[in-house]
């Protein structure tokens, strides 16, 4: 049975998150003027909560799903009983 993986592609997010983050940092030293403080809190602060919403998530989606996978699996799948 193949295995669902969801934290592979919520790893890869949270690392485009980060390089985000620092560039927005290194931007902000340039532009500092109401345009930019806009932009941070239009877009960029929400999207940081809405990612990181989504990160919790599919930490208990895959929680889930583990739980559910060692439940339908064959026991010849589960490894030896001890």
Known sequence: MRH???RSPAARL???????EAAWMNTKEEWA??????????Y???LHGQVRAMLD???K??????RAERAC???REQ???L
């Open 73 to 75: 699996s064959h026991r």
């Open 14 to 20: 949270a690392d485009a998150m980060k390089q985000l």
């Open 33 to 42: 003027d109401p345009v930019s403080q806009h932009v941070e809190d239009e």
């Open 57 to 59: 998530t599919v930490e």
């Open 79 to 81: 490894g030896p009983i």
């Open 4 to 6: 669902a993986d969801f």
């Open 44 to 46: 960029l602060v929400p």
């Open 61 to 66: 989606l895959a929680e889930v799903m583990g």
